[in-house]
């Protein structure tokens, strides 16, 4: 399977504990994607790389969430001191760089905070 | 900036009805657009995309797309629904430069009645 893989693909933790995501994007694509989807909602960007740079973040990216592309190849999304409102599916995502490419998505990891 | 509308949350078609989901668009530079269609607990995988080639777009399971700038619109239809076609489907935006990442609108869920 040469898609975009995420895991864990579903995750039950605490409020107050902290999670990690990791994504393995399709291998030829330099741009990483992260999207928050809550249920009846679409998905609402969070950040992206390019190669290992993080090239932008959004408002909803707290100082709570951390994300890394350490090597330009997997990316790590972290959630610290989980909140009930962080329940939501992470979706990860690559493209190539050049404008109009298709974005491939993942398929998801659920979050549960409880 | 970009943003999408879709006009409404819920279509009911009956199966072997011509489908239509609406999706408006906002963006301050040429756009390019997208629709994906999400089945329930997976990710979100590509129908069709416009890139400022013909205005008529196909993709596939039988779906196409017309951009219309002056109507700022890009409206899925499907000449006749069938009960596999029955999902979340989601309008997306990005500039043309490629420098910023999609931006989705809240979706349209299509239920086809037997």
């Known amino acids: 399977d040469t898609g975009v893989s995420q895991d864990p693909r579903h995750k039950i933790t605490k409020r107050g504990q902290n999670v990690t995501f990791r994504c393995d994007p399709i291998?030829?694509?330099?741009?990483l994607y992260w999207y928050r989807q809550t249920l009846g909602q679409g998905p609402e960007f969070l950040t992206y790389f390019q190669n290992e740079a993080q090239l932008e973040k959004s408002r909803l990216l707290s100082d709570r969430f951390s994300a890394e592309r350490p090597k330009g190849s997997f990316s790590t999304l972290e959630i610290q001191r989980t909140e009930q409102g962080d329940s939501a599916m992470y979706l990860c995502a690559s493209s190539p760089q050049r404008a109009g490419n298709t974005i491939y998505f993942g398929e998801g990891s659920w979050l549960t905070v409880v | 900036a970009q943003s999408v509308t879709q006009l409404g949350s819920h279509v009911s078609v009956s199966e072997g009805a011509l489908v239509l989901l609406r999706c408006n668009y906002s963006s301050s530079v040429p756009p390019y657009l997208f629709w994906y269609v999400q089945y329930p607990n997976q990710g979100l995988q590509l129908l069709l995309k416009y890139t400022s080639a013909a205005t008529l777009v196909k993709g596939i399971n039988g779906f196409e797309a017309e951009f219309k700038k002056s109507e700022t619109s890009f409206h899925l239809t499907k000449p006749s629904a069938h009960m596999s076609d029955a999902a979340e489907y989601f309008c997306?935006?990005?500039?043309?430069?490629?420098?910023?990442?999609?931006?989705f609108g809240k979706g349209t869920r299509l239920s086809v009645i037997a």
């Open positions: 997306a935006v990005s500039g043309a430069s490629g420098n910023t990442p999609l931006v």
């Open positions: 291998s030829e694509h330099n741009r």
